[in-house]
């Protein structure tokens, strides 16, 4: 239990595409989701908390209008990167968390995707 | 405001024996959950192991247990007989109210 995948796992784009990635729940509904950024060998950096049905909380410096973040459902959250650039190239990794015990031990325990990775040419 | 600090940045240990990753934090929050997770080579983020902060009993998970001092503000790990598999990144990471990780520990398990 408590799978959590990510799509796509790399995307390759040109400069001023947007990309999309979608992050799923598999097997539990997650209220809350979040959405990191990863340097290599750093520690993730988180962008956004998303509320299923409610817009997304983001961190301070975070730009809402370049990574939107949509949560429409309790499995599926979705985060768009705006005309793209290559700065924004980096690792993105979503997590998805249920604050109602679905799974033995669960709560308040947050369970990662894959991860995908983003270059931007 | 919450914060997580992990002073070893690097650590080594030879294969079948235990190391031990320490873990500071501070909250104003009284009720939180502690964490500990694992970032292989892959990249993909495994939770080793959670403690309640209200329980005091160290949570354990195999070979992996917990030293909880929450007077201490203190959460470290012990992985006993390390495997090679091991190796990885492992961030301590706390949850009260909003979710906080330590920079990260990365850990070579030496054959």
């Known amino acids: 239990g408590a799978v959590v995948s990510q799509h796509p796992s790399r995307v390759i784009c040109k400069s001023g595409t947007s990309v999309k990635i979608e992050c799923r729940s598999l097997?539990?509904?997650?209220?809350?989701m979040f959405w990191y950024r990863q340097f290599p060998k750093q520690s993730l950096m988180l962008m956004a908390t998303?509320?299923?049905?409610?817009?997304?909380?983001?961190e301070q410096g975070v730009e809402k209008d370049k990574f939107l973040i949509n949560h429409a459902s309790l499995t599926l959250s979705t985060l768009t990167v705006t005309s793209a650039h290559p700065e924004d190239s980096s690792f993105y990794i979503c997590?998805?968390?249920?604050?109602?015990?679905?799974?033995?031990?669960?709560?308040?325990?947050?369970?990662f995707g894959p991860g995908t990775r983003l270059t931007v040419l | 405001a919450q914060t997580v600090t992990q002073s070893q940045p690097e650590m080594s240990v030879q294969e079948a024996e235990t190391v031990t990753l320490s873990c500071t934090y501070d909250?104003?929050?009284?009720?939180?959950?502690l964490f500990w997770y694992k970032q292989p080579p892959s990249r993909q983020m495994i939770l080793v192991i959670r403690?309640?902060?209200?329980?005091?009993q160290n949570a354990t998970e195999n070979r992996f247990s917990v030293n909880f001092q929450k007077a201490a503000k203190s959460f470290s790990l012990k992985i006993s007989d390390s495997q090679l598999g091991d190796t990885a990144m492992y961030f301590c990471?706390?949850?009260?109210?909003?979710?906080?990780f330590g920079d990260g520990t990365t850990l070579t398990v030496k054959p």
């Open positions: 909250t104003s929050e009284s009720n939180y959950y």
């Open positions: 998303s509320n299923e049905g409610s817009k997304a909380t983001y």
């Open positions: 990471a706390l949850v009260g109210g909003k979710s906080t």
């Open positions: 097997d539990f509904q997650a209220t809350t």
């Open positions: 997590s998805a968390r249920s604050p109602v015990i679905q799974l033995a031990g669960a709560t308040d325990t947050q369970y």
């Open positions: 403690q309640e902060a209200y329980k005091q």
